[in-house]
């Protein structure tokens, strides 16, 4: 591929994986401000596009698909909440009583952590900062979703530039105090985060396809949007963690049967990825921000984010559904073109 078709995708996952995982949601009184967000872009890109390329790069140049990806996803997540900032243990990390509340509404006392937060934090990483935008931007470069995107160089650069983000977040991780987490928590966090990347690339390379019904990807979708609503919306309770859990495994187990059938193609992974998307976006309305907001500034801002999101689902639909159309048709003649030669008639469908 020519160079600027393999940077073009590398570039927009690099800018969306940022701006999904902490702008869309717009919990931060800053949110509403594009100036300020475009000053601290490029360092959050660092930190999260960085790893979502890499994520992305490694299933890829394996042959594995989005079971390696969501692995390696949580792992990174870990990484980020329990080794560099440390919130996943910093009762304080946070100087804001509801998030003392919520801690303490499901605190898991010998690991020094709650569950609720635990898992905000590493599956909002892992939806928001990795899976939804590779998924999105795999879409909107149809052709080049299955194949690596950089060469060695690449790689290095994308590595070094998120050992140097991870430094600043780890020596200034933005705590209300200052904390570190006991040498056990993080010994049994790396221990975890080594698990999930030796089984990540234990997975076998290829499913087996097989014959089957898919829903349509509306549907799909629409069950994806349900779960992830629910997954923001729930109260940070055991039941609401309980319930949280049940739903997304629900979810994770249907799409991990569908995605083994033929009839499952890449405009359905972007349904989910564009569900992903869109519950952050709507649910934007409805936060509160942290801090003193301009309310107007927010809600313009909110819907600016929702125009701009939906205007890059429809674009990167149209660009997957004519490539799977054009793959279709060009598989059509190819059979036609060896019944010919094989003196077969084709069989009417």
């Known amino acids: 591929m020519r160079l600027r078709h393999r940077l073009l995708p590398v570039a927009g996952v690099l800018v969306l994986s940022p701006l999904a995982a902490e702008f869309l949601i717009g919990y931060d009184a800053g949110s509403g401000h594009q100036a300020g967000m475009l000053s601290v872009l490029p360092l959050i890109a660092c930190l999260y596009g960085t790893v979502a390329v890499l994520i992305r790069e490694a299933a890829r140049r394996t042959g594995r698909g989005w079971p390696t990806i969501l692995l390696l996803g949580t ?61 999105v931007i795999e879409a909107c470069a149809p052709r080049q979703a299955g194949r690596p995107w950089l060469g060695r160089t690449g790689i290095a650069v994308l590595v070094l530039l998120y ?57 799909v979708a629409g069950a994806a949007l ?60 409805t936060v509160e921000p942290w801090g003193e907001a301009d309310y107007a500034v927010k809600y313009m801002s909110n819907a600016l984010v929702l125009t701009i999101v939906v205007a890059l689902l429809a674009w990167a639909w149209r660009r997957t559904a004519r490539t799977e159309r054009t793959s279709a048709d060009g598989a059509t003649r190819r059979t036609a073109r060896s019944d010919a030669a094989a003196g077969r008639t084709p069989r009417s469908r």
């Open 226 to 285: 349900t779960v992830l609503l629910l997954h923001t919306l729930l109260p940070a309770t055991w039941l609401g963690v309980t319930v949280d859990l049940v739903l997304l495994s629900l979810l994770g187990g249907l799409l991990l049967r569908w995605s083994g059938r033929r009839a499952w193609h890449r405009v359905h992974v972007l349904t989910v990825g564009g569900a992903a998307l869109l519950a952050r976006a709507v649910l934007a309305f």
């Open 163 to 219: 050992l140097a983000a991870a430094a600043v977040f780890h020596f200034n991780p933005g705590s209300a105090t200052p904390f570190t987490a006991a040498p056990g928590q993080l010994i049994g966090t790396a221990v975890v985060v080594v698990g999930l990347t030796v089984a990540a690339f234990a997975l076998p390379r290829r499913g087996v396809v097989v014959a089957g019904r898919v829903p349509p990807p509306w549907l």
């Open 75 to 135: 792992a990174f997540g870990l990484i980020q909440a329990g080794l560099i900032d440390q919130g996943l243990f910093n009762p304080a990390y946070i100087d804001d009583p509801s998030w003392t509340q919520e801690r303490q509404a499901t605190l898991v006392p010998f690991l020094g952590l709650s569950a609720a937060q635990l898992l905000n934090f590493v599956g909002g990483h892992v939806i928001w900062s990795f899976a939804a935008p590779i998924a």
